[in-house]
């Protein structure tokens, strides 16, 4: 290094205290395999922490080496290989939650947000964030089943219009049968007579938590925590269609199609759809 920024070689080494011939030695080297490999894999892993908006740690970037590149790489190689090249994912976040005090709907969920089939239970809640011409909020139905949004909503206030809004595209899109249950919590909107109606003449049946317990509605609060940190956290927002259009490509793009999730094998949403839908046995 001394010696590269126009010191003698004869000096650098003696402030290093090592030989001369054994500086020229380690100079001509050739670089062994396992370093070339090293500097190869650095390389794929920033490609990739790039591609996925800076998002991933050392576990999703493993699984896209892995699975979705076919590389053969150890989980602690990865580890390694970033810390030492400062390549870091995003941390989680915990966002704030109002607290509801009335009790309108039964929990009948209890927490248990595991199925085996689409369109058996959806989640649903509101995000709000902040841009200079004032805030903006977002509704998403989600799927448990796949983790994946079914349905969303984007608005400049919270009312029932915005939550109805997402359930009808949920509704749509998916066609549930009827006795699906929608998760939600106590807000004035999930219990808003327009709300009710959309989710009745569908056949949904309607589930809320306790109040004021973030756990009774575990996998969407999971879900804007990540979005969180993601997305709305990350740069601050001019106007209320920039940060619409970013939360739509973030929710149709890259959180259904692009992002590997830990509770489907690290397979993205609609991965995971068509690789249950193919195991499927045939009647």
């Known amino acids: 290094m001394m010696a590269s920024e126009g010191h003698s070689v004869q000096a650098s080494c003696r402030v290093l205290d090592v030989s001369e011939s054994g500086f020229y030695e380690w100079r001509g080297r050739v670089p062994s395999a396992r370093s070339v490999r090293h500097v190869w894999l650095t390389e794929q892993i920033l490609q990739i922490h790039t591609t996925f908006r800076g998002v991933y740690g050392a576990r999703r970037i493993h699984a896209e080496l892995t699975l979705g590149q076919q590389i053969k790489v150890g989980h602690g190689s990865v580890e390694y290989l970033m810390r030492a090249a400062g390549i870091k994912g995003l941390p989680g976040n915990q966002r704030p939650k109002q607290v509801h005090q009335t009790p309108t709907a039964t929990d009948l969920v209890d927490r248990k947000f595991s199925r085996t089939e689409p369109n058996k239970l959806w989640v649903t809640d509101i995000t709000e964030h902040p841009t200079r011409e004032g805030k903006i909020y977002c509704a998403v139905v989600l799927d448990v089943f796949s983790r994946r949004v079914v349905g969303w909503s984007i608005d400049s206030s919270q009312t029932s219009t915005l939550v109805t809004n ?4 949920a509704i749509g ?3 549930p049968a009827a006795g699906a249950v929608i998760h939600s919590d106590h807000g004035v909107q999930f219990t808003s007579w327009a709300f009710t109606r959309r989710a009745r003449e569908s056949g949904l049946v309607a589930s809320m938590g306790s109040i004021g317990d973030c756990y009774d509605n575990a996998v969407i609060e999971s879900f804007w925590g990540r979005v969180q940190t993601e997305l709305l956290d990350r740069r601050k927002w001019r106007t209320r269609l920039e ?6 490509e973030y929710l149709e793009i890259f959180h259904n199609r692009q992002r590997r999730h830990s509770a489907l094998g690290m397979l993205t949403p609609v991965q995971y759809e068509i690789v249950q839908a193919s195991e499927q046995p045939v009647a």
Not at 166 to 169: E, T
Not at 243 to 248: K, M, N, V
């Open 243 to 248: 940060l619409a259009t970013a939360l739509f």
């Open 166 to 169: 997402a359930l009808s595209m």
């Open 173 to 175: 899109n998916r066609k």
